[in-house]
């Protein structure tokens, strides 16, 4: 699984690239605007999924999968989609909130790499 979250984590951020570079040299308006804000979002968290996902993959996918409908929803309206598909944007929004607090708990809760085995295993 890591390496299709990898993998998707990549080619999130090609698309990423793509979405700001059509807007800022073939959009206007407030297109400009949806897309440059897709685009870092998306590209952010690409990178973020990329790095920790082999650690936290749930937390990861949650990320990715929130980054995804966000920056998604906001191409769309750059596009020319209805008005009323912005709405979307904040269940993306709400999903990468989640991953990061999810991944948080995780990080908190898992073991020190520094530390042994023998130092927190209270079974010896």
Request: a positive charge; one cysteine or more; hydrophobic letters at 50%.
């Amino acid at each position: 699984m890591a390496r299709r979250i990898e993998t998707l984590a990549c080619l999130s951020a090609a698309i990423a690239i793509a979405a700001g570079a059509f807007g800022a040299h073939g959009a206007s308006g407030p297109a400009v605007e949806w897309l440059k804000t897709g685009g870092s979002y998306q590209l952010i968290h690409a990178i973020a999924v990329l790095t920790l996902g082999r650690r936290f993959p749930g937390p990861a996918l949650s990320i990715f999968l929130g980054s995804l409908i966000f920056s998604f929803s906001l191409y769309a309206l750059a596009l020319g989609a209805p008005r009323v598909l912005g709405a979307v944007a904040p269940i993306g929004g709400s999903a990468m909130i989640l991953g990061w607090l999810w991944m948080a708990y995780r990080a908190s809760t898992s073991r020190n790499s520094v530390t042994s085995a023998s130092d927190t295993d209270l079974s010896t």
